[in-house]
């Protein structure tokens, strides 16, 4: 078989080794830059946890109410705890029948608080025999009432959850309607703040 034309002279194939090493070193210094001159990704330091279960406890020690999350991020930089797919459980001894579910969850580090975000919704199960009264008067005891936002901070030890955002309440037939809202847990009350307008149906 005939030698290709590139190898048939011992200097021709000396020269093109020679040419291909030293485009080769061109290539490799001119080549993919070096990205160390690029300050590194820094990773923040902290702890990820799936499907978690935090647990608050009062001033006497006694668990107050739980956390569920399917997902719980701590960042050491800052303390403050992000959560995704957050439930609050406040516990039977503590005698407040309501349940929170959102979308996402924070808890800062410098604040007794819970901020839920993203499709927030509040339930209590109370009854009582007039429950169209008891909305009109802005009570949670009656039929199951739900309270929907998009944005809601609960203070878990004072037993209160308020909003600036608009609210949408909701128990039977009946709907109200406000922008920001504060809701005493314990107390079973409601308050809203302003453009407030409800419809009763008997």
């Keep these: 078989?005939?030698?290709?034309?590139?190898?048939?002279?011992?200097?021709?194939?000396?020269?093109l080794v020679v040419a291909a090493l030293f485009?080769?070193?061109?290539?490799?210094?001119?080549?993919?830059k070096d990205d160390s001159s690029r300050p590194a990704p820094r990773l923040g330091l902290?702890?990820?946890?799936?499907?978690?279960?935090?647990?608050?406890?009062g001033t006497d020690g006694k668990v107050?109410?739980?956390?569920?999350?399917?997902?719980?991020?701590?960042?050491?930089?800052d303390g403050t705890i992000t959560m995704r797919d957050?439930?609050?459980d406040y516990e039977p001894a503590a005698e407040v029948p309501w349940k929170l579910r959102a979308n996402q969850g924070q808890i800062p580090p410098d604040r007794n608080i819970i901020a839920l975000a993203g499709d927030v919704v509040a339930t209590t199960a109370s009854t009582t025999?007039?429950?169209?009264?008891?909305?009109?008067?802005?009570?949670?005891?009656g039929a199951p009432l739900v309270i929907r936002t998009d944005y809601l901070e609960l203070d878990p030890e004072a037993y209160v959850a308020s909003t600036e955002s608009f609210v949408a309440v909701e128990r039977n037939?009946?709907?109200?309607?406000?922008?920001?809202?504060?809701?005493?847990?314990?107390?079973?009350?409601?308050?809203?703040?302003?453009?407030?307008?409800?419809?009763?149906?008997?």
Aim: proline content about 7%; glycine content about 8%; overall charge positive.
């Design 1 to 15: 078989m005939p030698t290709p034309p590139e190898f048939h002279h011992p200097l021709r194939f000396l020269a």
């Design 46 to 57: 902290g702890y990820y946890v799936k499907d978690a279960r935090l647990t608050g406890t």
């Design 86 to 88: 957050v439930t609050v």
């Design 129 to 141: 025999a007039d429950p169209a009264k008891a909305t009109a008067e802005g009570r949670t005891r």
């Design 23 to 32: 485009t080769g070193f061109l290539v490799f210094r001119a080549g993919p």
């Design 173 to 202: 037939r009946d709907t109200l309607n406000a922008k920001g809202m504060r809701v005493y847990l314990k107390q079973d009350r409601l308050q809203f703040n302003a453009e407030v307008r409800g419809r009763f149906r008997p």
């Design 64 to 77: 107050l109410y739980r956390v569920g999350t399917t997902a719980a991020e701590q960042l050491l930089a």
